[in-house]
């Protein structure tokens, strides 16, 4: 390990900005972390990956005072540090950047940064003073901010700005992003690698915990990688490859690449044509939407997250009233009346799985069987005249959670006790054992583990190549290049363009997300 | 209607919405930091009741007051212990309270003063009594002229008549209510506690990351709460009547909180929220004035439940849209 922190890149003796010796933290028979034992060189980007549940945010948590470990110890600069809470960290220069913003959302950012860094019993003094040190430190690091913005008005990318700039006030020289990327746009996010790799550059130590292999690659240093709640590797970035990671941490070969055949496809199955929306707060979100989807093929919809994706798939899943022109199989598609919802979709063969799992694919307290009847339970399959045969659903989904994998597979579990990968085998299980005619899919791999991402792109290839037509969207640019046989990018709720992924790249995909048309030409 | 009776109507507006817009102010600070408090109106109601106790048997008005502030605190406790140590549903636990006080204070005021659940009437030093301003017409020059109050007012030119009446007068309480609506405006945006109040109220995510007690800061806001609803209950028994009665807070705990509501939890709006329902209390209770007014008679009862069909009105939404603190009747639990 002593030998690595030196191969880091640091040439004097100094000691590493944090080692941790030993660390063992269990929750109940659940060891989250077991003898744990790190060490990052000051003024480096260090990256921790791992699937979900690998102990990552846990190691974190405990560097940033929210547990207390059972065992080990904390060296920040060489010296041993109890860190009981998070004024601990805080005092200790540690700043965290969590994956899901701590931000007082009706707070302006100048606000939110002074919050707990208070100099005073009064604002004003505080205030005026904060604002001036803000605008140097947003100024030294590129990061350009309205100071007098609210939160709720600036965007993902912004917020995450301001969480930076929150630790950089309180002089935090360590700084911990937690999965940073997740929310922001590609564009987005190379500029906060510029932000790091800046940061890194005036000798700050960073560590990103993430499971993109893409930004490991791209912006650490050296990293180490997590499974089950062991740290089975720490390795220099340049001498190792994404494979290699993959393999470290599901502890098996991957495919990181999707396999499949060409397309071949068949009848138009989806028709949509000049398709409108106009949502709830009067603002248009969908101008004039048109395309095909085909039997047999995948259309991907790239886009940044907010450009009409999410009310396509709800207008085309029953979810929201719209105006134009849907056909399934030839027969157009009532999009305003009273009887345009779920249930007459799925009648008509469109099987939806949603974007958020969890508030609209599943009702989390509720169990594996009860969830997989969801949409279906008029079905007289389920039905024995007035009463539901829950036996038989129960028995049911049993096969069906063996067939997609889902680990427990003990239908009485309750959605919520599942992890995020697989409540999304459940819904797609659910939907995909339909055999429907159309499936929309939205951010299927969003929050899913590395090994589960490989099985839910091969159920949805094959269900492709059983000649189904399928409608993906999703916010992530591998995904879409990797699964789609066409793909349109959205920007402002309408179609920029549609381009076949062998003959199109990231950037050309990239400009027409932010809504640049003149690549049209060139491309 | 003449220049006097309005000034009349005003004046007892303001003494009626005084025990409101202090409850207001104390679910202002409640729901700011998180807590949910539909149990404002049983910590008004104990007060009531200890500070018109403790001021008969001690004969000050003061010890009462203190009596009231310290049973309504010991209340906002058990609330706090239930909703913020052990996460509790603030709801069941702040009408949990509700009942507790209507039936508590029954049953002690029977056993100490077997006068059928009310408190002896209160004279003297044992009630607060109303300040007069300098160069105000009050009792004391009534007493000196040796004429009755009402013939020197009647007297009186509208200036006079309006700073005499309206300003002058009132219980030093009614001063203290009017006073912690800048107060508390100041408290929350102008000092270092107020914006942690507010944060925590709002995302306790952030606060706690940020180093400070979620808890810490929720239980503060309950002693000001205690404090507040302490006042009000004071007033009701020593300022504005004279002793406790069961029930006597007749559901202003939730009015207050449709204030809170109307006043979208902003401390002027809430003052002014309060004065409109005092308003509208005031009326009820001059229903000569209100025959004169729309030239036919309402009935007594429409105008004693006019506050009530409001706060329906308002808690029905159709003031626009109210957007409670976010973090408002959920219980803090740390996250991973």
């Known amino acids: 390990m002593k030998d690595l922190a030196e191969a880091a890149g640091q040439s004097s003796g100094a000691p590493p900005a944090i080692e941790l010796r030993g660390i063992s933290k269990a929750f109940g028979p659940v060891q989250a972390n077991k003898d744990i034992s790190l060490s990052v060189a000051r003024g480096a980007i260090h990256g921790i990956i791992g699937e979900n549940g690998a102990g990552k945010s846990t190691l974190m948590s405990i560097l940033f005072g929210f547990y207390k470990a059972d065992k080990g110890e904390i060296l920040i600069n060489g010296a041993q540090t109890e860190i009981p809470d998070s004024q601990a960290a805080i005092a200790a220069g540690i700043g965290m950047v969590f994956q899901h913003f701590k931000l007082v959302e009706n707070f302006t950012v100048l606000e939110n940064v002074v919050l707990g860094a208070e100099e005073g019993a009064l604002l004003r003094t505080t205030m005026s003073k904060a604002r001036a040190h803000l605008t140097k430190i947003a100024e030294d690091y590129e990061m350009n901010v309205d100071p007098d913005a609210k939160i709720e008005e600036i965007g993902v990318g912004q917020q995450q700005r301001v969480e930076i700039l929150k630790s950089l006030y309180r002089n935090a020289e360590i700084l911990i992003l937690d999965e940073p990327t997740g929310v922001l746009t590609p564009a987005e996010a190379d500029h906060l690698f510029r932000i790091l790799r800046g940061l890194r550059d005036e000798g700050k130590t960073i560590i990103l915990i993430t499971h993109k292999l ?92 907010g450009n009409g994706q999410s009310e396509l798939l709800e207008v085309l899943g029953g979810m929201m009233a719209g105006t134009g022109l849907v056909e399934i199989n030839g027969q157009s598609i009532d999009l305003t009346g009273k009887r345009s919802n779920g249930r007459s979709r799925r009648k008509r063969g469109i099987a939806h799985v949603p974007e958020d799992r969890q508030r609209e694919g599943l009702i989390m307290d509720f169990t594996a069987w009860e969830n997989m009847v969801f949409g279906y339970q008029w079905d007289p399959g389920h039905n024995n005249g007035w009463l539901m045969d829950n036996a038989g659903i129960r028995a049911e989904t049993a096969g069906k959670m063996e067939r997609f994998d889902v680990r427990p597979p003990d239908p009485h579990l309750a959605a919520k006790n599942f992890s995020g990968g697989n409540q999304q085998k459940i819904v797609l299980a659910r939907e995909i054992e339909r055999n429907p005619d159309l499936l929309l899919v939205g951010q299927p791999t969003r929050g899913v583990d590395i090994g589960a991402i490989e099985f839910i792109h091969q159920r949805i290839v094959d269900l492709r190549d059983a000649g189904k037509a399928i409608l993906l969207v999703s916010v992530e640019l591998d995904e879409i290049m990797g699964l789609s046989d066409r793909i349109a990018v959205m920007f402002d709720g309408r179609i920029m363009g549609e381009r076949l992924p062998g003959e199109t790249s990231e950037g050309e995909l990239g400009l027409l997300m932010a809504g640049v048309t003149n690549a049209q030409e060139a491309g | 209607m003449d220049f006097a009776t309005l000034i009349q109507i005003l004046d007892s507006s303001l003494r009626l919405a005084t025990p409101l817009l202090l409850a207001c102010l104390a679910g202002l600070f409640s729901e700011r930091s998180g807590i949910f408090d539909i149990g404002l109106e049983a910590k008004m109601l104990i007060s009531a009741f200890f500070s018109a106790a403790f001021a008969y048997t001690t004969g000050s008005v003061w010890l009462g007051l203190l009596a009231g502030i310290l049973a309504s605190m010991v209340f906002a406790g058990i609330h706090g212990l239930a909703s913020i140590t052990f996460r509790g549903n603030q709801l069941i636990s702040g009408v949990a309270l509700n009942f507790l006080a209507s039936g508590m204070t029954v049953l002690i005021a029977q056993d100490w003063f077997q006068q059928g659940g009310r408190t002896p009437s209160l004279i003297g030093r044992a009630r607060f009594e109303g300040i007069e301003l300098p160069f105000a017409i009050g009792p004391s020059d009534a007493e000196a002229a040796g004429r009755p109050l009402s013939e020197l007012l009647a007297e009186a030119g509208p200036l006079q008549l309006f700073y005499s009446e309206l300003v002058s007068g009132h219980s030093v309480l009614v001063y203290v209510a009017l006073l912690a609506v800048p107060a508390s405006w100041w408290v929350l945006f102008r000092t270092r506690f107020g914006l942690r109040l507010r944060a925590v109220g709002e995302n306790p995510a952030a606060v706690d990351t940020a180093g400070i007690s979620v808890i810490g800061l929720r239980y503060s806001a309950m002693v000001i709460v205690g404090l507040l609803c302490g006042l009000a209950g004071a007033y009701l028994a020593t300022g504005l009547q004279a002793g406790f009665v069961k029930d006597m807070t007749a559901g202003r705990g939730y009015i207050a909180l449709a204030a809170l509501i109307f006043a979208k939890w902003r401390p002027w709006h809430a003052l002014g929220a309060c004065l409109l329902f005092g308003l509208l209390q005031a009326l009820a209770l001059r229903t000569d004035v209100v025959e004169a007014l729309f030239r036919f008679k309402l009935p007594v009862q429409f105008l004693d439940s006019l506050p009530y069909i409001l706060t329906v009105v308002i808690l029905a939404g159709f003031v626009g849209k109210a957007i409670p603190p976010r973090a408002g009747g959920e219980p803090y639990v740390k996250e991973r």
Do not use: C
């Open chain 1, 214 to 305: 893409r930004e490991i690659m791209e912006v650490t240093d050296t990293v180490s990688v997590m499974r089950r709640g062991e740290m089975t590797a720490t390795v220099r970035t340049a001498e190792t490859s994404p494979e290699a990671l993959a393999e470290l941490m599901v502890g098996r070969k991957v495919l990181l690449r999707v396999d499949k055949k060409p397309a071949t496809p068949g009848a138009t199955v989806l028709k949509v044509d000049n398709l409108r929306v106009v949502d709830d707060d009067k603002v248009e979100r969908l101008k004039g939407v048109s395309f095909e989807v085909r039997a047999g093929e995948i259309l991907g919809i790239a886009g940044v997250a």
